[in-house]
């Protein structure tokens, strides 16, 4: 099972896999890890939270839409025909990394946003489609719902407060006690192509640090 496993996931960096595989590197997150990122998955998350949890989600996925698991031309009709339509609806590939491959209908022009249809068209499990809702933001910064938190072997950090603005965390580590550490990402709210990465080709970055460390 490991040899295929390779298989599958061997690509970029000749020699990578081998070398995680026999110990000679580490990774922080394991080969495999990002099938999470494929945003199919938006389409089953209220019931993988029920189905292991055993409970209802108390905040529910934004309302989302396969073009592959509905009549195709009906949902183009009802997204793409009507310029109304357009300011409550976002487009994304499933298989885009972070802002790339979005098209958020509100910040685009017409005919921008029509040049996505074609491409549905010719390969319509590859898109999703989802009701637009603008981005919470706080201090002037769009930012995630979700805090940053760091996973060790002796210690958990975890952010005090959304990702978006600089933030003490709260430490479980007592060596760490009285350190400060900051987590910072942010994007201005002014002029935003309604994406909450850095960039809108999906590239982003975080910035944790700890004082004397």
């Keep these: 099972m490991k040899e295929d496993f390779k ?27 990002e ?3 494929d945003k199919h998955f938006c389409l089953y998350i209220d019931r993988l939270v029920t189905a292991y949890l055993k409970e209802e989600p ?5 309302p989302t839409l396969s073009f592959a698991e509905h009549d195709l031309q009906e949902l183009l009709a009802a997204v793409f ?4 339509a357009q300011n409550y609806t976002v487009v994304k590939r499933v298989d885009g990394r972070g802002g790339d491959s979005v098209w958020v209908g509100p910040m685009l022009p017409r ?13 319509p499990g590859a898109f999703l489609v989802q ?7 706080v ?14 072997r002796d210690s958990i950090v975890v952010s005090k407060t959304l990702w978006g603005n ?18 910072g990402r942010g994007v201005p709210a002014s002029g935003s192509n309604g994406k909450v990465n850095i960039s809108d080709k999906g590239f982003e970055f975080t910035v944790c640090t700890a004082s004397g460390k």
């Design 111 to 123: 005919k921008e946003f029509q040049e996505v249809r074609p491409l549905i068209e010719a390969e």
């Design 166 to 183: 600089s933030s003490n965390c709260a430490c479980t580590n007592p060596a760490w006690a009285s350190d400060i550490v900051i987590a």
């Design 7 to 33: 298989d599958l996931l061997r690509q970029g960096v000749p020699g990578l896999l081998d070398a995680y595989f026999n110990g000679v590197i580490k990774m922080i997150n394991g080969p495999g890890f």
């Design 35 to 37: 099938f999470l990122g």
């Design 58 to 62: 108390i905040l529910k996925t934004i």
């Design 131 to 137: 009701k637009y809702i603008a981005l919470s933001q």
């Design 81 to 84: 025909d009507n310029p109304d």
């Design 139 to 152: 201090n002037s910064q769009l930012t995630d719902l979700r805090n940053l938190a760091s996973v060790r």
